[in-house]
Nanobody
Framework: QVRLVESGGGSVQAGGSLRLSCTASGSTGSTYDKAWFRQVPGKEREFVGAIRWSGGTTYYGDSMKGRFTISRDNAKNTAYLQMNNLRPEDTAVYYC??????????????WGQGTQVTLGT
């Protein structure tokens, strides 16, 4: 069983920054590849980006490139999503997800509970 717990969400003004964390627990989940998604009510879940746990390779959804950065801390079993220059359209629930196969990271097997990010005007 893999458990993912997100933290770091909240309210921030447009142009500001937030860093979300995703801590993994379970027998092998800490070494699974991780991804971030977001969802706005009434819309489909959107891929934000992913990080390959072995080696740290990352890639991002097109609208996130240049503003969002994913990193990891192996010792803490934690992945991070650093979000800069936030825009009102970034308001969403952000989810951490994991899969043991990098090839399937966009269809994760495990999900966190989500954390709300809200942009003020």
């Amino acid at each position: 069983q893999v458990r993912l717990v997100e933290s770091g969400g909240g309210s921030v003004q447009a142009g500001g920054s937030l860093r979300l964390s995703c801590t993994a627990s379970g027998s092998t989940g800490s070494t699974y590849d991780k991804a971030w998604f977001r969802q706005v009510p009434g819309k489909e879940r959107e891929f934000v980006g992913a990080i390959r746990w072995s080696g740290g390779t990352t890639y991002y959804g097109d609208s996130m490139k240049g503003r969002f950065t994913i990193s990891r801390d192996n010792a803490k079993n934690t992945a991070y999503l650093q979000m800069n220059n936030l825009r009102p359209e970034d308001t969403a629930v952000y989810y951490c997800a994991a899969h043991y196969s990098w090839a399937n990271i966009r269809t994760p097997a495990y999900w966190g509970q989500g954390t709300q990010v809200t942009l003020g005007t």
